[in-house]
């Protein structure tokens, strides 16, 4: 009986590898699939809409864990074969939606919002799956089918791209994470400043680890991309400006709050070029930016804390990282996480499945929650720290500094370094 529960068990675990053991040549064409979404509605009730497909040659994405994604995200993609059923595809995400429908004004009206997501272009019928979660595990979802052949995917093969340069050049786009550094609200006069900013970034994010060990498996690709004005919009000031991705502050009418909700435009910056991540440097020295997993970092590059806060939002867009900091003041605390529920960010828990955490770092005999001493902040002693996730209560941390929370400190605490490293692995070969 037990030679036999084995023997299924194996044949079980053979079936649920189909597509890990596939080769990526099987399943789909050397060629990107963008898919154009809108996604809108309110606190209540969120919908999904495909506004439209388009292809280029080429994929830069990853060819291997096609089945699988690192982290769940506030939301995901999947590609079923249309015949068979088999998962041959999957990425997750956040959205700048998912976090609009969080404030207060998503309980007053409806919006709607841009995202892109690029997948491999499968070689038969496929369907995709795209599914939202708010911060309550609540699901919205929408299904369309690919077919291949659609005589109405635009087709963008052919569009010149525009400059780019390579400023790091681990190895050859299709086996490295593409990294594509977008210029905005610099004119075509300041590219040079653009290139040294940019070139700034790159030796910022290669400066921590993890990422100083996995060097070789990153590329980092400039894009000229200028625009009309100097300088980003600054509505409270009621200073708008025509930028290469139209970004502003005040979002969610939080004056720190620097993000674009042109991601359309995005993309098409991109078109024909090796990318899988963005970073959008804004030519601003006052002080701001965000970070949205699997969806773009923007932050300001001539504030003094440029450097710490391009990784820390960075932390964010490619690795889900959540904000390890606080508010003291309950008035000003966020409404993004819900404490009955297990927050999906790898570096912060409301305890309510730890175990999918960091319970494996946990120094043993420790205190939860965990006393901050001198000797615990100066070594990122890993713990249960209380704070954190905008919320002074309920919600705990693995250090007492960490990149995620402190501009002053030097590294990701050890929790915040091992997630970082499994998307990284995921990503690469």
Known sequence: MRRLLLTIAAVLLSSSLFAYNKHFEELFKDGTLRIDYTFMGNAFEQHVALREMSYTDNWYGRRINLNNVPLKGNGDLTLTDSVSGEVIYKTSFSSLFQEWITTPEALEI???????????????????????????????????????????????????????????????????IDVVILAEGYTADQMDIFMNDA????????????????????????????????????????????????????????????????????????????????????????????????????????????????????????????????????????????????????????????????????PYGIEVPTTVTPERTANYTVGLYEGGGYLSKGIYRPADVCRMRNNTAERFCPVCER???KVILHQSR
């Open 110 to 176: 409806s919006k709607s919002f841009e995202f892109t997501l690029l997948v491999p272009m499968p070689l038969k019928q496929s369907v995709a799956t795209l599914v939202l979660r708010d911060n309550t595990g609540k699901e919205s979802s929408h299904s369309f089918t690919i077919d291949p052949t659609d005589v109405l995917i635009r087709d963008r093969s052919k569009q010149e791209p525009l400059p780019y340069k390579y400023i790091h050049k681990g190895g050859d786009s299709k086996e490295c």
């Open 199 to 362: 070139i700034a970034t790159k030796k910022e994010i290669l400066g921590y680890q993890p990422f100083i060990s996995y060097t070789e498996n990153f590329n980092f690709i400039v894009v000229m991309s200028p625009s009309v004005d100097s300088n980003v919009s600054v509505p409270q000031a009621r200073d708008w400006r025509d930028t290469a991705v139209s970004s502003n502050f005040m979002t969610f009418y939080m004056a720190r709050y620097l993000t674009s909700s042109n991601v359309y435009d995005m993309y098409d910056l991109v078109t024909n070029i090796p990318c899988e991540h963005f970073i959008i440097l804004a030519n601003t020295s006052t002080y701001g930016g965000g970070g949205i997993y699997n969806s773009y970092t923007l932050t300001t590059a001539h504030h003094p804390d440029f450097g710490p806060v391009v990784v820390h939002e960075f932390g964010h867009s490619f690795a889900g990282l959540g904000d390890e900091y606080f508010y003291d003041n309950d008035d000003d605390n966020d409404n993004m996480h819900s404490l009955k529920h297990e927050p999906w960010e790898p570096n912060i828990t409301t305890l309510v499945d730890f175990d999918s955490k960091w319970a494996d770092m946990l």
């Open 419 to 421: 997630a970082i490293e």
